[in-house]
C-alpha cells in the first residue's frame, strides 16, 4: 500500500520556470492538501481540496495553482517561480477533514 | 483567522531527561491532533484528541487536552534517542482545516 506519493523528491529551478508537482494518494480519500516547510515556520497550508474537481485556497496561496481532476490526483503548479519559493512541499490527504492525514515523503524544491 | 502556537520552538535534553511541549489556541478547538517528524523525514500522525480534559497515553508519551479545549501538552517521560524530531500540534475549529503549530524541534544528547 503506497500511501501518498510526490513526484519529484528534488528539483532545482531557475527563476521564472514553471513546474508541476504531483501528488497520488490511493486511499480513496476526499481531502487533499499541500503545504509548504519553511524552517521555524512550521507547515502552511498552500491550498485544499474537499473533493474530485474541488479546490481552495489555503493561508499562502499566491503564486500557486492546484488543480483535481481525479480523486487520486492533486497538482501543484507554479507558474513562474521565485527564490521566495525555495521549501519543502509536502502533500497530505485525509478521509475527512478532521481526521489524520497522511503526509508523503516532501518534495524539497531550490529556486536559484 | 485561527492561530496556534506551539512552544517552545526547540528544546535539548539529556537521554532520560523528560520532555514537554505545549499548544495554544486562539479560539476553542473542536479537536487537536499531535504529529512527529523526524529529522529528513515527513509528518506521521501520533494521535488526535477530542475531549475537554482527555489524556491519553501511549508508552512514555501523555498528551492532553485542556478543560477549555484552547490548549494542549505532550509530555514524554524518560526521553531516549529514538524521541529526536520535531512535534506538531494540528488543531481544527468546527467546519474548518487544521491548522499547525511552528513545532518544537527536540534533541536527546546520549
Known amino acids: 500500500n503506497a500511501g501518498v506519493t510526490q513526484t519529484p523528491k528534488f528539483r532545482v529551478l531557475k527563476t521564472g520556470q514553471s513546474m508541476t508537482l504531483l501528488c497520488a494518494q490511493d486511499?480513496?480519500?476526499?481531502?487533499m492538501y499541500w503545504y509548504r516547510q519553511d524552517p521555524g515556520m512550521g507547515l502552511r497550508l498552500i491550498h485544499y481540496?474537499?473533493?474530485?474537481?474541488?479546490?481552495a485556497k489555503g493561508e499562502v496561496p499566491d503564486g500557486y495553482n492546484v488543480s483535481r481532476l481525479k480523486k487520486q490526483n492533486f497538482l501543484l503548479g507554479l507558474e513562474s517561480a521565485a527564490p521566495s519559493q525555495t521549501s519543502v512541499y509536502f502533500c497530505?490527504?485525509?478521509?475527512?477533514?478532521?481526521?489524520?492525514?497522511?503526509f508523503g515523503q516532501g518534495t524539497r524544491l531550490t529556486v536559484v | 483567522g485561527q492561530q496556534v502556537m506551539q512552544i517552545p520552538q526547540y528544546q535539548h535534553v539529556q537521554e532520560g531527561e523528560d520532555f514537554t511541549t505545549y499548544c495554544n489556541s486562539s479560539?476553542?478547538?473542536?479537536?487537536i491532533q499531535w504529529y512527529k517528524q523526524r529529522p529528513g523525514g515527513h509528518p506521521v500522525f501520533l494521535i488526535q484528541?477530542?475531549?475537554?480534559?482527555e489524556v491519553k497515553k501511549q508508552k512514555r508519551l501523555t498528551f492532553q487536552f485542556g478543560e477549555a479545549k484552547k490548549n494542549s501538552s505532550l509530555h514524554i517521560t524518560a526521553t531516549q534517542t529514538t524521541d529526536v524530531g520535531t512535534y506538531f500540534c494540528?488543531?481544527?475549529?468546527?467546519?474548518?482545516?487544521?491548522?499547525f503549530g511552528e513545532g518544537t524541534q527536540l534533541t536527546v544528547n546520549p
Open positions: 497530505a490527504s485525509s478521509f475527512q477533514g478532521g481526521a489524520e492525514a497522511f
Open positions: 494540528a488543531g481544527q475549529t468546527s467546519g474548518s482545516r487544521l491548522t
Open positions: 486511499m480513496n480519500h476526499e481531502y
Open positions: 481540496s474537499v473533493g474530485e474537481g474541488t479546490t
Open positions: 484528541l477530542v475531549k475537554s480534559g
Open positions: 479560539t476553542t478547538l473542536s479537536n
